[in-house]
């Protein structure tokens, strides 16, 4: 297929620059948040924005699970592409190198101010493995565009717990250096498995595999030593990426910036600061969700006081749909209760099900965008390409690859979007909005560790999504031409 440059300044002739700030939640499913209709939890800040906005009822991350989700997002390209971009250990080398055009870089190139500030999850350093935890981490996020960088490097539930800022991990003691493995064990260290009983915060669901390292009683997946007082707190986790998200915002209220700010909530071990204890009535797992509702407040609150809202254009997502056992006994399953993180959509995170990859997604830029919901089909992928046609940049081909100019789409303008999105979890699935097929897979249908439905299936599934969101019926044997048309457009795809 050729690739065409189209006339991009529509929009950026007309607007003075805005900010750009997206909140990339973890593992928040459509359910989740009040706005989309779920009546068991009430997140009134999300609610606001969405009021401010639009909300899109068929948005698509491109994976569902993290690494491959932000991979996508901040380069436009699809992960699948590359075989290295399953989830990432936390010691893995760079994914995102330094050659390649991001999201960031595009930022930059128009004279932002860039920063990343949260969960990364996408590698740092050259090679995986061998990082030098005590010395500047290189590359590292200033080689892909962001100036500023406050993050972990990879989850809550994987070591190093550590804050890593501008590539140095944060209050470092010299006298105490740290050791990362994802292979060894270190001598004398005791861990989860070991030592159940120094598991004093919270303990691993069986057979999930997070009993290596022990940090704050709670144990990890990975092994690590040292590093005392530059372990971050579970229950603060929240508190520091807001404090620096925040601190980005004010120190360039002045200056145009582009912000991506990764919550860790919801994502597991879930241990929202305890003023949000109790909060939800479910657990831990509801709690975080409140701490994020909270969380968006105060990037509002923020914008308001610095009289930046009116020019700030908010993106708010999740990476990948909702699972509520991931590995730690928090009570998520047992005080679920009527809640439903999926909303009315089959799995969850992992799955080829719609729960995998359909996930909220609002777009907020006063007087700008068009208030309301909107049932067009929209894809993360989209970000690089609308973005530069907010800024009045063109991209090569190579630059933006699977990255489409939707801003009409995003702004609420353009009422039909995509004419597909490409979902990746246990195989590709295409969904044009009406019809969405699942490729066969080879691997395991059911995930009991998380009691979700992958989707996967070793024949061909097809289904009639208007009529049929909770994908019951695979219609698969009575619409062949169908099933070869999707074909054909995943072939396209894999040929690009
Ligand atoms: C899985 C972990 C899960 C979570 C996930 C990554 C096990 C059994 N489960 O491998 O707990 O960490 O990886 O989540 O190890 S993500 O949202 O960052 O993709
Ligand atoms: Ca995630």
Redesign the pocket.
Known sequence: MTCVFLPVTLFAQQIKKPNVIVIMA??IGYGDLSCYGEKAIHTPNVEKLANQGVRFIDAHSVAA???P?RYSFLTGHYAWRRTDTG?APGDAGMIIRPEQYTVADLFKGAGYVTGAVG?W?LGMGDKTGEQDWNELITPGLKDIGFDYSYIMA??G??VPCVWVENGSVVDLDSEDPIYVSYKTPFHGEPLGKTHPELLTLMKPSP????DQAIVNGISR?GYMKGGKKALWKDENINDSIVAHGLAFIERNKEHPFFLYFATNDV??PRVPHPRFAGKSGMGARGDALIEFDWTVGQVMETLERLGLRENTLIVLTS??GP?VD??YQDQAVELLGEHRPWGAYRGG?YSSFEAGTRIPFIVSYPGKVKEGVSKALVSQVDFLASMSELLGVSLTCDQKKDSQEQLSTWYGKDKKGRDYVVEQAGSLAVSDGEWKYISPSDKKSYEK??NTELGNAPQDQLYFLKKDIGEKNNLAGRYPEKIKAFQRILELEKSK
Do not use: E, F, Y
């Open positions: 973890d593992d699970t993290s690494t989700s989830v969960k999850h990879a989850t539930d994987r057979d999930h595999g997070h997946i994502h597991v990476d990948n699972v991931d590995g995170k560790l998380t």
